[in-house]
């Protein structure tokens, strides 16, 4: 994430992730899936403007970037993950801070990108700021971990490595810069309703093949290694899967797949001009929002 101090308050540019590797390794007693995964952060932003307020309340207000109309479901009320991890860092910090709240969504939701994720590791961080409490990054990371399994991974600024539910995270060694499409199609899904029906392999596929190609950025190898374990069980629940697989591979991206637990699918590309390329074939076809992407510093 971006931020930076303003004249008010600060302003935060918190980003989208793409799941360049999934797999689900069990079910575990708590309810969650044990999982490993590398995690790459994307030049796709969601921005959050804090604050001060006089009082203790938290006054939160919602915007929606033009066209994004893959965000219209996000809520408004307590509910808002925004709104959570800053009444979880007051109780934490056992303060009574209050912030106005300005929330601009870009990032669409239900589709494997983690923008509420994002928002909620960028409110903790602005937050940690604004009301003075100077806590380290690994103590905020914490408190983004009682929010979400992903909350934790946007406090590491570049591609990572994560396991047990998603908590457990560790720099990946190598982080090359990628350019990649992504396309968001009309119908979104509920994560907990692909993880139910996701089909647990015997013999789960090793992350290590992919990781290494990722390291030496080859694309070509990172194409024939890359994989998702949820995508088969999103592609039951919404036909889109298969549709903008089917396009994706009609553009000549070297690979491509879904991310997260979907909608989302994104392509690999060569390079930016071939991305942005992509991208404008795409829009034309009638498949949902499309951006042309990079990994992001």
Not at 149 to 161: E, M, N, T
Not at 162 to 189: K, Q, T
Not at 209 to 231: H, I, S, V
Request: net charge positive; hydrophobic share 40%.
């Amino acid at each position: 994430m971006h931020l930076q101090k303003t004249a008010d308050g600060v302003l935060v540019h918190a980003p989208a992730k793409l799941n360049l590797f999934f797999e689900v390794l069990n079910r575990r007693s708590d309810g969650f899936h044990e999982v490993e995964t590398l995690v790459y952060p994307i030049d796709l932003y969601d921005t959050l403007i804090l604050s001060g307020q006089a009082d203790s309340r938290i006054d939160f207000r919602l915007f929606f970037a033009s066209g994004d109309a893959g965000c219209r479901d996000v809520p408004e009320d307590s509910s808002n993950l925004v709104i959570r991890a800053l009444e979880l860092l007051r109780r934490r910090a056992g303060s009574e801070f209050g912030t106005r709240v300005c929330l601009r969504k870009r990032i669409p939701t239900a589709a494997g990108l983690g923008g509420g994720s994002s928002d909620a590791a960028a409110a903790l961080a602005a937050a940690n700021v604004l009301w003075g409490l100077h806590w380290p990054r690994e103590r905020l990371a914490q408190v983004g971990a009682e929010l979400g399994s992903d909350v934790s991974l946007f406090f590491h600024p570049a591609a990572s490595i994560c396991r047990g539910r998603g908590e457990i995270i560790a720099p990946a060694a190598v982080s090359p810069m990628l350019h990649l499409v992504v396309v968001r199609p009309p119908e979104g899904l509920g994560t907990a309703d692909v993880y139910r029906i996701c089909q647990i392999a015997d013999k789960p596929r090793p992350l290590r093949p992919f990781a290494e190609a990722f390291g030496r950025g080859d694309l070509k190898r990172m194409a024939e290694t890359m994989f998702n374990r949820l995508e088969a069980s999103a592609s039951v629940l919404s036909p889109w899967i298969a549709r903008v697989r089917r396009e994706l591979e009609s553009v000549d991206c070297v690979g491509y797949q879904m991310t997260g637990s979907g909608t989302c699918c994104f392509g690999l590309c060569r390079h930016a001009r071939h991305a942005r390329r992509v991208a404008r074939r795409l829009q034309t076809r009638g498949i949902g929002m499309v951006y042309a992407v990079r990994g992001c510093r």
